[in-house]
């Protein structure tokens, strides 16, 4: 696939994505496609219905969402993968189901990177990097809180918890 082809699907799921277009979002990618987010804590989404609920549960959370391409796209000589650099703003004014938070209705703005394959003209692939700790910490409002060591404390004892809760209920999985 050439390009032109590429930023065409590109600025199509973008322009989806901006105007809360979910059925044109999900035509650019295959009915199988694969979404790895960093905001999936339970894996990624596979399938056409697994992206719809975790697309509506971010428009849920941040009504507001808009997503900005930061140029330069770029494509792989093969025509089969390239790379978006991106900026999201958005703020926080619903639930988020997916990292189950209530709304802070704080403005976020975090900038990642969308890594698309891409078969034929469909979007198989869909791999999501950002960095979350600034993200959460803006929707929160815990910047300062996390530099501090009483918070980070709090945040370490959470973490134990939930790493004996998983261990605890993941020891038949192995």
Known sequence: ????????????????????????????????????????????????????????????????????????????????RCAIPWEIRATHTGHLDILGLAPTRQSITMQGVDLLEIEGAKVTRIETTFNVIPALEQALRLGPLCKSRSMMKVVAWLQRCRAYWLRRTTRGNR
């Open 1 to 80: 696939m050439n390009e032109p082809r590429i930023r065409s699907i590109v600025d199509g799921l973008v322009r989806a994505w901006n105007e809360r277009d979910l059925d044109r979002l999900l035509s650019f990618l295959d009915e199988a496609v694969v979404w790895d987010d960093p905001a999936m804590l339970f894996g990624p989404a596979q399938g056409h219905r697994a992206v719809r609920e975790f697309s509506e549960s971010v428009l849920r959370a941040f009504p507001d969402f808009t997503y900005r391409i930061r140029e330069p796209i770029c494509v792989a000589e093969s025509g089969t």
